[in-house]
């Protein structure tokens, strides 16, 4: 899949798909560990300087990537029956689900480069990566997604009017993030108010 983002007001030299070669993993997993590691500390530094997990290969990765093939941003979809990082890493919160089950999907490692974020085109950067993830639970008929973030990163999402809804309270997790469990309802989604497009298929 690849979608032509110039339609979300990015810059036309940038291309957002889904990671399917070693290169696409390697910038991905360069620019998680540049902002979850070197930024934001949220977890450990290592020497290669790539931040992956065990969850990466099952995971549908989808990033945007610049003219030289730089990941500029990025976010990681799991679906069901793999194991989420809400059963383990957040489990704090899973007793909090709606209807006392989790989502058929979960998105996380949602990041932009500190300086597209500079630069004025994060919100930008971050609606095409939400449009991407739509697409993708479009394709395999998943109407909901859970994610966790800050506080504020899911007041800024119901701002932009994105149709999802934080469960349970706030919680801090490790290394003193306060963060909150929130479900995306992809199937009340507006494409025309959020996107500004109408719906294209995946």
């Known amino acids: 899949m690849i979608i ?3 339609r ?4 036309q030299a940038y291309r957002i798909r889904l990671a399917s070669s070693k290169d696409d993993l390697q910038q991905i997993f360069r620019l998680r560990h540049q902002v979850f590691a070197e930024e934001l500390h949220w977890v450990p530094q290592v020497n290669s300087g790539l931040e992956h997990d065990q969850y990466d290969t099952r995971a549908t990765l989808i990033g945007i990537f610049d003219s030289d093939g730089s990941a500029i941003g990025t976010i990681r979809i799991l679906f069901k029956p793999d194991i989420f990082m809400l059963e ?3 489990a704090i919160f899973l007793s909090d689900c709606p209807a006392g089950k989790m989502a058929p999907a979960e998105m996380t490692r949602l990041c932009v480069n ?3 974020r500079r630069s004025g ?9 939400f449009y991407a993830a739509y697409l993708e639970c479009l ?3 998943v109407h909901e997604a859970d994610f966790v973030s800050t506080p504020a990163f899911v007041h800024s999402l119901l701002d932009r009017g994105f ?16 963060s909150v469990a929130a479900r995306m309802y992809w199937n009340r989604l507006d494409v025309f108010e ?3 497009l109408h719906i294209l298929k995946p």
Not at 165 to 175: D, M, Q, R, V
């Open 8 to 11: 979300r007001e990015l810059l």
């Open 4 to 6: 032509d983002v110039n």
């Open 114 to 116: 500190p300086r597209i």
């Open 88 to 90: 383990r890493e957040f």
């Open 163 to 178: 149709p999802c809804a934080p469960f349970g309270n706030t919680k801090t997790l490790s290394g003193g993030v306060r």
């Open 139 to 141: 394709s395999r008929n």
């Open 121 to 129: 085109l994060g919100r930008q950067a971050s609606q095409a990566l």
């Open 194 to 196: 959020v996107f500004g």
